[in-house]
């Protein structure tokens, strides 16, 4: 059965869970640039159906990614990678665009999605098949040692501020107000939106994360939304003590495995300092191993296992 994986530029988990099941890959072209509103993803759509070759499977990595596999038409079976936020955002979309996403979400056969999460807010908008693979690191971690002892906190990501990398830096500022020994190191795009100032260190671009990982005892991933980010595995990789929001992709593993006292209730700045205080009072050596510990369950030969189990399964089904 062929099958063809259609991506812009893929995810490194995402390429891996296509490559497992024997897709061959399509990358999107842009005849016309990204920031026309309402018209450049329709437009580069329908003109990138045309190059579409034939499969009897179309995978596509994201809606955004669908678009062409919509347009063609095709009699092959359509399957659509849950792994990005524009579920979330469609509550604040204007009518028409939101219900053109809806359209092309239930035209598809069925979906993959990296997380329950993902699963159930497909499920809110189109009654389809929907298998369950969570990613894993992009790079492991487990050699890695966090100093569990210090004030310092990590965060990983673009700037995107449903991230809730804003409010962890007011959290840090509140928490300094008390004790000046807490900082924050920003790495990634996030840090063009931050400014630095005493505690506050906003890295930008860093080839190499091990000496920061190693140095603070804390990941904290407040988003207002993220589907199953690999960092917060990595994170749990070294030991870190890592907090996160309650709406991510790991929120429900937390839970499940008695770690729910690391889940934040909200990811209001006073609520990210509170938890941190909390956890800063405590030895935490046996938080760090259970985390690292849990995290082994998700490397990569067992996730691309999973994947390739439930994607086949899907198959069947559709």
């Known amino acids: 059965m062929s099958r063809l ?7 490194y988990c995402h390429k891996k869970f296509a490559e497992s099941v024997g897709c061959s890959f399509y990358h999107v072209k842009h005849f016309m640039p990204e920031n026309i509103p309402l018209l450049s993803l329709p437009v580069n759509g329908m003109l990138n159906s045309f190059f579409l070759g034939n499969a009897e499977v179309f995978f596509a990595e994201s809606v955004m990614d ?23 955002k469609l509550g604040s979309m204007n009518g028409i665009r939101k219900n053109y996403i809806i359209k092309l979400f ?11 999460l993902c699963k159930d807010m497909i499920l809110g908008y189109a009654e389809k098949p929907v298998r369950v693979a969570y990613p894993f690191p992009h790079k492991e971690f487990f050699h890695v040692r966090s100093d569990i002892k210090s004030r310092k906190i990590l965060f990983i990501g673009r700037n995107d ?5 804003p409010e962890l830096v007011d959290a840090v500022k509140i928490l300094r107000k008390s004790d000046p020994g807490w900082e924050l190191f920003l790495i990634g795009e996030c840090s063009r939106a931050v400014k630095k100032e ?40 070294a030991g870190m003590i890592t907090v996160i929001s309650d ?19 909200d990811n209001a700045p006073e609520a990210i300092a509170k938890k941190l ?42």
């Open 161 to 165: 501020k449903t991230k809730g990398f």
């Open 5 to 11: 994986f259609v991506t812009n530029r893929p995810n």
């Open 66 to 88: 669908y678009y062409p596999v919509y347009y063609k038409h095709t009699g092959g079976k359509k399957i659509i990678l849950i792994a990005e936020d524009t579920l979330f």
């Open 198 to 237: 005493d505690g506050i260190h906003p890295l930008g671009f860093v080839r190499n994360i091990e000496p920061y990982m190693k140095s603070c005892a804390y990941y904290v991933h407040p988003a207002r939304f993220d589907p199953c980010p690999a960092t917060v595995f990595e994170a749990m990789n």
């Open 277 to 318: 205080d909390e956890l800063s009072g405590k030895g935490n050596v046996k938080l760090s191993l259970k985390l690292r510990n849990l995290s082994k369950e998700y490397r990569e030969d067992r996730m691309i296992k999973i994947f390739k189990r439930e994607f086949e399964s899907l198959l069947e089904e559709v």
């Open 247 to 265: 709406n991510i992709g790991q929120t429900r593993i937390f839970r499940e495995n008695g770690l729910g006292g690391l889940v934040l209730d």
């Open 106 to 116: 239930r035209s598809a056969d069925g979906f993959m999605a990296v997380s329950d």
